[in-house]
C-alpha cells in the first residue's frame, strides 16, 4: 500500500514532466514570450519560461527554409462541420473561441515561416466512411502519392496493412527536420508504436483529440456525501494515498442505489455507477489494470501475452463483470452508440460515478458550482504503483504519404505543426478551456495533469486492424457476453483467447516481417 508521501511525490514528478512539455516556437527574427527570470533546477542548470510558466523548447527547424509558396496537402477527417477532429487542424474563425483562434494563428505563422502553402482536403472518416477515406489514400498512393503529403485520420482505421502500405516511415533519413524525440512528440504512444526503427504513424500535440478521448472517471459530490458518506476531499485523499482500486470502487458502490420501483429504468433511479455498454465499461480498464495484451519479445518481436497475464487478465475479468452485475450499477445505450448517454445520466444526478473521457467534461459545466470531480480509473490492486490511463482509439493520428515527396519541407511542416501546437494550442486547451471551464477544483487540476502523464497503449492499439482486433475479440466482446448472458468473466475471456490465438499471433508475426522489411 501506498503512503500519501510517495503519491505525493509522483505528483510533483507529474507536474515537473507536464511543465516541460510546453515548446516555443519563434518567429523568424523574434523571441519566445518568455518570463522575466529564468527556472533554477536543482542540479544548476536553467532554462526559460514562457507566458504559461512551462518549460520554453525552440523547435530544430531552421529558420532560413524557404519553400516559395509550395503547396502541402494534407488529408484530414471530420465528422460533422465544427467537429473537433477537424478544428485541430484548421478553422476559419478567430471570433469568441481561443482555441480556434490558437490553431488559426498557428497556421499562418507556419506558412509564413516556411513559405508553404496549407492546403486541407477534408473527408468524412468513422466505421461507416472509413472505406471512402481508404480509396482516397490508395487511389492518390496508386497515383505516385499525387495529392496527399500528410494524412491525419481516425486512428482505429488508420493501420491496417494494407493503408501502411502507403505511409512513409517516419524514423527514415528523408524526413531530416522530424526530431520524434522532442517532447512536442508523444513519447508514450512513441514507445508503443515504434518497431524495428520502423514507425508509420505518430501522435503530435496537433492531435488534440488523444488528450480528448483519455479515459477518465467523475464522481458527483454531493451524492458521495448523501449517499456514501464521504466527502469530496476524503475522495482526492483515496487516489492520492494510492488506493483507489477496482474493489475501493465497488465498495463505495454497494447498496447505493435508490431505485424507484417501476419496472425498468427510470428517470427517478438513481446508481452508484453508469458508464456506455460499449467501449467506456470495457476498454480503459486494459491500461488502468497495467495489462499488456500483447508482448514485446528480446528480439522486438511480438506475441499474445504470457500464461502469467492471462491469469490477471482473468481475474480483472471476474473483477468487472461481478461489479457491472451489480444491481448498483447502470450500463447505459446497449441500444445506442451515443457515448454521451451515461454522462447525461451523471449530470442529471442520476449516478455517484461515472466513466467516461476527459473530453466530456465539456457537457458538465451546468451541473452547479463545485458539483463534480475528476478522477483517474482505478487501479486492478494497491500493489500496482501507479494509475494508468488508456485513451479510446477514435483519436486523429499522423501519417505521411509514400511517393515522389518532398519529405525535406513535409518533415519540417510537420515539425512545426507539432511545436507550435505545444507553444499556444496545447497550453490553450488545458489552462482555457479543460482547467479554466471544464474543473471545479484544484484537486481535480492535479488529477488531471496526473492522468494526462500517464497515457499508455498497448502494441495491438497501434495496429488494431492489422492484429486482428485484440482488444475487441479478447476483451471487450468477451466481457460484454458475460455481463449479460450471465457468463464466467475469466472463463469467458480465457476461452476468447484460445479461440483467437493462433490467429492473432499469426498476425503479429506477419506485422513483425512486414516492418521489418518496409520502407
Request: net charge negative; with cysteine; proline share 2%.
Amino acid at each position: 500500500m501506498k503512503t500519501t508521501k510517495r503519491i505525493l511525490l509522483v505528483l510533483l514528478a507529474v507536474t515537473l514532466f507536464s511543465s516541460s512539455l510546453l515548446v516555443g516556437c519563434k518567429k523568424k527574427g523574434e523571441e519566445n514570450e518568455t518570463t522575466a527570470d529564468s527556472v533554477s533546477t536543482t542540479g544548476g542548470d536553467s532554462y526559460e519560461t514562457d507566458k504559461w510558466g512551462q518549460r520554453v523548447y525552440h523547435d530544430v527547424v531552421p529558420d532560413e527554409l524557404d519553400y516559395g509558396g509550395k503547396e502541402v496537402n494534407i488529408l484530414i477527417r471530420e465528422l460533422s462541420p465544427g467537429d473537433p477532429r477537424h478544428y485541430e487542424w484548421t478553422t476559419t474563425t478567430t471570433k469568441d473561441d481561443q482555441l480556434q483562434a490558437e490553431v488559426y494563428y498557428r497556421n499562418l505563422e507556419i506558412e509564413e515561416e516556411l513559405g508553404v502553402k496549407l492546403n486541407f482536403i477534408t473527408k468524412t472518416d468513422d466505421g461507416t466512411s472509413a472505406a471512402t477515406m481508404n480509396g482516397y489514400i490508395t487511389n492518390s498512393f496508386a497515383a505516385g502519392g499525387e495529392g496527399v503529403d500528410i494524412i491525419s485520420r481516425y486512428h482505429y482505421y488508420g493501420t491496417s496493412m494494407a493503408i501502411m502500405e502507403c505511409y512513409k516511415n517516419l524514423m527514415h533519413e528523408d524526413l531530416k527536420y522530424l526530431h520524434l524525440d522532442r517532447p512536442y512528440w508523444n513519447q508514450n504512444f512513441i514507445n508503443y508504436a515504434k518497431s524495428q526503427d520502423r514507425l508509420f504513424v505518430v501522435l503530435g500535440d496537433m492531435n488534440i483529440t488523444a488528450y480528448m478521448t483519455t479515459f477518465s472517471m467523475y464522481f458527483n459530490k454531493q451524492l458521495l456525501s448523501n449517499i456514501c458518506k464521504v466527502s469530496d476531499e476524503d475522495m482526492y485523499k483515496i487516489v492520492l494515498d494510492g488506493e483507489w482500486t477496482i474493489e475501493k470502487l465497488t465498495t463505495m458502490c454497494k447498496d447505493t442505489a435508490q431505485l424507484d420501483g417501476v419496472d425498468g429504468d427510470s428517470e427517478g433511479d438513481i446508481y452508484g455507477f453508469t458508464s456506455h455498454y460499449q467501449v467506456h465499461a470495457y476498454d480503459g480498464y486494459v491500461a488502468a489494470f497495467d495489462i499488456d495484451l500483447v508482448k514485446t519479445t528480446a528480439d522486438g518481436k511480438h506475441t499474445l501475452m504470457d500464461s502469467t497475464t492471462q491469469r490477471k487478465l482473468g481475474n480483472a475479468a471476474d473483477k468487472l463483470v461481478s461489479f457491472y452485475r451489480s444491481s448498483d450499477v447502470f450500463l447505459v445505450g446497449k441500444d445506442s452508440t451515443s457515448y454521451t448517454q451515461p454522462v447525461e445520466y451523471f449530470k442529471n444526478g442520476r449516478s455517484i460515478f461515472c466513466t467516461a473521457a476527459i473530453g466530456d467534461s465539456q457537457h458538465l459545466t451546468n451541473m452547479g458550482d463545485n458539483a463534480y470531480g475528476l478522477l483517474p480509473l482505478p487501479k486492478y490492486d494497491t500493489d500496482q504503483e501507479n494509475y494508468y490511463a488508456g485513451v479510446q482509439d477514435s483519436h486523429n493520428t499522423v501519417a505521411v504519404m509514400y511517393g515522389n515527396k518532398d519529405y525535406e519541407m513535409i518533415s519540417a511542416v510537420l515539425e512545426l505543426f507539432a511545436a507550435k501546437s505545444y507553444a499556444s494550442v496545447r497550453p490553450t486547451l488545458f489552462e482555457k478551456v479543460i482547467k479554466g471551464k471544464q474543473l471545479q477544483d484544484s484537486k481535480s487540476v492535479e488529477v488531471f495533469n496526473l492522468i494526462l502523464a500517464s497515457t499508455r497503449w498497448d502494441f495491438s492499439d497501434i495496429y488494431p486492424t492489422a492484429v486482428q482486433n485484440v482488444r475487441n475479440s479478447i476483451w471487450r466482446d468477451a466481457l460484454r457476453d458475460a455481463v449479460y448472458n450471465n457468463g464466467d468473466g475469466a472463463g469467458s475471456v480465457t476461452t476468447a483467447i484460445a479461440q483467437n490465438r493462433d490467429a492473432i499471433n499469426l498476425a503479429l508475426s506477419e506485422l513483425d516481417d512486414w516492418l521489418y522489411t518496409h520502407y
